[in-house]
Each structure stands twice: as structure tokens, then as C-alpha cells.
């Protein structure tokens, strides 16, 4: 093998090929090397085997893995990749096999970790919670707990075009915004052979560089769209004495195709799980389905909840759109690229060195209409078997700047789902833009550090107003003390504020106000949907998701008799009564999600506790769930900045660092820089590397 390995100085991999199937053997090798671990557990969790190496608390994982048919689905989307592509792929694995001849990769296996790292990244869960609302409280209230209206983090990218930069090349920027994972959830590379040579940000156990790239005369980044793409249908179901399974479609009952199989479980009994599929999507949820995972009594009728995922209903992950992303030389061929993907619907911006700057919306939207994007449908409805995938409207050049923060579109043609991101990321980054221009006439690289570390809360201004009135006779004089400190808020959720850590307090007594209210309780139900659904079922979570509509005085929640004035004065004592004058960061911090829990012999790095600045809403990403816990386990999971000028003036950045070991020096020294927003250099000359033998 040809290929060469080199590292800058945080540590970051470059890898140098002779071919591009040399190349995904390399990238797979040195995967392998620095996140071997980390892409085994993400293996795991697509085979839905994940309790046979951590034990009893991967068994619900591997139970819906098993329903969604995670693995069978790489399997079908591997098979009908076209030969280049499968051998792309083929060559990554054979990298990964060579490192860790234990770890037995299938050929399917980077599909199913791209399939599983955006499995739960559509509105399944959403649906099936508006689902839940609808049995508790009625149709009525289903679009009570909308995102427009709250305070839903989300991810933020913009771009500029030349006429606004200092350079009179065009800027992208972003930061994608994800649950934060230690290791990190993207892997900063490297991958250079003949006609490629790309810096970005790789999802590990991938290969290629799916959502954020720089390839010298061309950038992209994304964000995700919201759009509706999974359509969820109610299934009648039943056994019959001989243990078929049948459900109820438009023509009556019908055989339909299910399996039971086995779950190991690491130092404990194996388990049952099993998957049904009918003519409509994969079950994947409901009340009554048994160990099993269908009808336990022949003639026993359940209801359940199936899902047709585009990925599973087309055999296509998506894949054939990454050798062509490496291969791209201008945004034409980039928007090109992206025509191919699929799953999950993403906002694509991209610029060349040519200085055209697009905005297109990627991925397989089926055309099922506005109710099915609210709820599911009956699976018995006529035509509900049928599907057609609709024409995504081309990309739009962009003459100014350009900002996507998963935002409901102003154009009618990108509104694709039901419920979107509040408006107040995408607002606050246009004012930024403009007061920046406004201030300096053209923008750099440095500027959008500016925008990358905003910790303004434009929602808090919404909640303020519910604050109770200063000659308000039933607040006590400690609580009206906290309402004037209030008022008097720059509204900046900045780690050493105390007038932040008190808006915080109220927020979360106002969520707990009303989770508390008699006509709330029935939500608190079980949901019946599985527990790998509970964070999307957690009532405290989605009243402060709509807060601003329980509030709102003429919204859909005002049947429910909710007294808002009465809740904002018990929620301001409330806090009163606990505000010692800690500030934000002494409440706010990080606690990611461990990646390899429960893995035996797994090693984690030790975290300074420090206090971070931002919020769920702010732009500067750091979020919250209020009423639930002030701690971070959510928010920028890397920062990037692509200037097309001069790739070696471009920055990038992820928490923690670009190692997966915690014993590398390179697996915490980023993370300084994470805390403050801001970026480090990308290294772009191969004589500036130091080379290292390639594993």
C-alpha cells in the first residue's frame, strides 16, 4: 500500500493516496486506528447487537434497531450501490478489517452507521409524540407544542458572497448541532489522491466527507431542513392460530412479513425481539405489542405504528452522493452530488472559487401531503401503499448572504415539513451579518467568530413579558426584586451572569408550573411507544419546546383553561425563593454523552468543569432542556469556517479534540477552544506535517 499518513499539530489525520479506492482504504485504516472503538460501538448499534458487549442497557436499542431493520436495510442499499461506489465502500472496510481484524466488518457496514446516526434525525419521534397528544388531549391541541414558537435548538450555517468579504472570494460558516458525544461525533480529516484533495468533517466509520467539506475550489455545508420524510401510519394487527402475522390494509386483512429472533445479552439471559413489515413501513412503536414485538394471542388485535422510511422503501442511503462531494471542483458539482442523497432532507450551501454562491435543499421528500406531515395516517386508507417521491425545487445563486438555522422558509416551495426551528438563530445571525457589514463594509475569516460565540437570547425578550406587573399586588417584594433585575437583563446568557442563571430558574419554574396543571396530567401517561422514544415523550421537554404557545393568550392551548398570569407570578416566587446570586455557568455545564458506556476496559477523558456561556436558542449553541436540567449535552458539535480565497486562511474546530484515545495529547486540545467559541487553523501544506507510519 502507497498511501501516507500525516498529522498537524492537533493531531488531525492527512491522508495522501495514489487512487480514490486507495484513498477509502487508508481513510478506513486510520479510522480504525483513531476511533476504533467508537465506530465498533456504531456498529453495534446498526446490527442490533449492542447488548451483547455492554449488557442489559443495550437491549431496548437493540430491540428497535431490530424493528427498524437498521442492518437489513444497509444490506438491500449496499447490494444496489453501483459497482465504483460498492467498491468504494468495499475498500474503506477492507481498512477497517486490516487494523481490527476482530471487528469482522461486513461490506454493508458504513451504511448501516450512516443509517443509523440519522435514523432518529426525521420526524418519526415527532409524529408519533403528536400522535400521543392526539389520544391524550384530542386533535385540537396536537400543534400546541410546535417548535416555531419555542425556544428548539437546531443548527446554524450562512454564507457570503464575495461583494461582502474582504477578500472578494465568498465565506461559508456553520456549526452543526447535535447531542455532544465524547469521542467527538465528527472526525476532522484529511483526503488527498489524484484530482481530490478535501479537508472536513467525516462521520467515523464513513467514508468520504458527507456534510461539510473544503476541496480547495469548492466548500459546502450543511444543515438539516425539518422537512417531513418518513411517513408513520396506524397498523391494525393480529396472529392467527398458525402465528402468521396479519394486518388490516385498504383491501382487509392481509399477510404480512415478520420475524422473531434473539438478542444476546452480555452476563444475562438472552432475550426475544422480532420485526414486522407491512405493505406501508417498518413497525416500529405501540401499546401492546409483546416480547416478541407483535400480537402475543392468536385473534388478539393491537394497535401499532409503522413507518416507511425513504432509505428502506428505495434500498438508497444516499451513498452514491459521497465519492462525487470528493470529487467536485465547482458548487454546480457539488449541488450535482447532492442530488443523489436521501435521508435526512438537508439544507446544502455551497460556493466556489469562481464566486458563485448556491442554496439547494437536498434529499427524498415523499409527496403525501399536509396530514400526513401532522400525524399518521390510517393504514387502512386507500392509497396508502403508494408513494411518490417529489421534485426538490433547483438550487437558487445567492448574490448577498444566505442563512439556514432549520428555519420555516420564506419560499412556500422549501416548506417540507410541519414544524420547524423558532425563527430567533436565523434572525439574530442576519442582524449580526448586517451590524458587521454595517460596521467594517466586509467581512474575514475573524468576523465570523463574532457570530460563533453570540450568547444573545432572542426568545427571553417573549418570556419577559409575562412577567408580572410592578404594582402586582400578589407578588411578593423578593419576587418583585428578581423582576426588576429581570427587566434590566441585556438578555445575554453569558456564564458569569446572574441576572442569566436567574431568567434560566424562571423558565424552569415556569416548565414545571405547567407540567404540574390538572389539564396536562393525562400527557404524563405512558406513551406505550418504547423506551428508546422517551426523550421525545419527556412532558417537561415539550411544554418548554412550547412555552411560548402555552403562554400565548389567543393560541391553541386556550381551551385548556390555562390561567398564564397566575403561572408566571408562582413560577417568579419560585424562583425568588431559590436565587442565592449564583451565575449561569456555575448551573450550565457540559456533561456529553459517553460514547463507549458500559464497553468493558473503556477509558474516558477527564473534562474540566467549566461553566459555559449560551443556551438552547442562542446562537452560540450550548443547549439546555428547561425544567429538566441546566447541564449541556447538546449543541455545537463542530465549528467550521470554509474561506474560498485560501483554503490555509480556513478554520475548523470540535470539542474535546481529534483523538478518540484519552490518552492522546491530541484528545483534549481543542477543547479550550470550544469553550470560547472559536476555532483552530486547518494545515494545508504537506510540509508542515509531521508523517507517521500508517496502521
Known sequence: MNARLFRDAYGVPHVRAESLLELAEAQGRVTARDRGDQIQVEHWRAQGTLAEHIGRDGVAWDRFARSARI???????????????????????????????????????????????????????????????????????????????????????????????????????????????????????????????????????????????????????????????????????????????????????EAVASGEEVIAVRDDDPVAAGWIETPRGLVVAGPGLGPGFGPERPGYEVLAYSARFPARATSDLGTAALRPLLQARSAEEVAAAFGRWVDPVNRVLTADQDGKVL????????ETGATAR????????????????????????????????????????????????????????????????DGRGALDVEDMHDIHRDTLSSSAGGLLHHLPAPGDTAVSARAHELAARLRGWDGRMDAASVEAAAFAAWRSALVGRLA?????????????????????????????????????????????????AAVARDALEDAAARDGGEAWGDRHRLEPQRVLAGVPGAAFARLPRTGLSGDTDTVRSTATIPGVSDVCSRGSVARWIWDLSDRSRSRWGVPFGAAGDPASPHSLDQHEHWLDARTVPIATGWDALTEEHLP
Open 374 to 437: 401532522r400525524r399518521s395516517r390510517d393504514g387502512w386508507e386507500a392509497g396508502v401503499e403508494k408513494v411518490a417521491w417529489r421534485r426538490l425545487p433547483p438550487s437558487r445563486p445567492i448574490h448577498d448572504c444566505a442563512v439556514d438555522a432549520n428555519e420555516r422558509p420564506e419560499d412556500p416551495a422549501l416548506r417540507l415539513g410541519h414544524a420547524y426551528s423558532p425563527p430567533h438563530r436565523a434572525r439574530r445571525i442576519r442582524t449580526l451579518l448586517d451590524e458587521l457589514l
Open 71 to 253: 442492518a437489513d436495510t444497509a444490506r438491500r442499499a449496499s447490494e444496489a450501490l453501483d459497482p465504483d461506489d460498492r467498491a468504494w465502500v468495499s475498500a474503506y472496510v477492507d481498512g477497517v478489517n486490516a487494523v481490527l481484524p476482530e471487528a469482522r466488518w461486513p461490506e454493508w457496514a458504513p451504511l448501516g452507521i450512516l443509517h443509523v446516526t440519522h435514523l432518529l434525525f426525521s420526524d418519526l419521534p415527532s409524529l408519533l409524540w403528536r400522535e400521543h397528544v392526539r389520544r391524550a388531549l384530542g386533535d385540537a391541541f396536537v400543534d400546541v407544542f410546535h417548535a416555531d414558537t419555542a425556544t428548539g435548538s437546531g443548527s446554524n450555517a450562512w454564507a457570503l458572497h464575495g461583494s461582502r468579504t474582504s477578500t472578494g472570494a465568498p465565506l461559508l460558516a456553520g456549526d452543526p448541532h447535535r447531542t455532544i458525544g465524547i469521542p467527538a461525533v465528527y472526525q476532522q480529516i484529511r483526503l488527498a489522491c489524484p484530482g481530490v484533495d478535501v479537508v472536513g468533517l467525516a462521520f467515523p466509520g464513513v467514508p468520504g466527507v458527507p456534510h461539510f467539506g473544503h476541496a480547495e475550489k469548492v466548500a459546502w455545508g450543511i444543515t438539516n431542513a425539518a422537512a417531513h420524510h418518513v411517513d408513520v401510519f396506524r397498523e391494525r394487527l393480529r396472529r392467527t392460530e398458525s402465528g402468521e402475522v396479519q394486518a388490516y390494509g385498504p383491501a382487509g386483512w
Open 359 to 366: 442554496s439547494l435543499t437536498a434529499g427524498r421528500v415523499p
Open 516 to 564: 404540574d396543571l390538572p389539564a396536562l396530567a393525562v400527557l404524563h401517561a405512558p406513551h406505550e411507544m418504547g423506551p428508546v422514544l422517551d426523550p421525545w415523550f419527556d412532558v417537561r421537554a415539550r411544554i418548554a419546546d412550547g412555552l411560548g404557545v402555552l403562554l400565548a393568550a389567543d393560541g391553541p392551548a386556550g381551551p385548556l383553561g390555562i390561567d398564564r
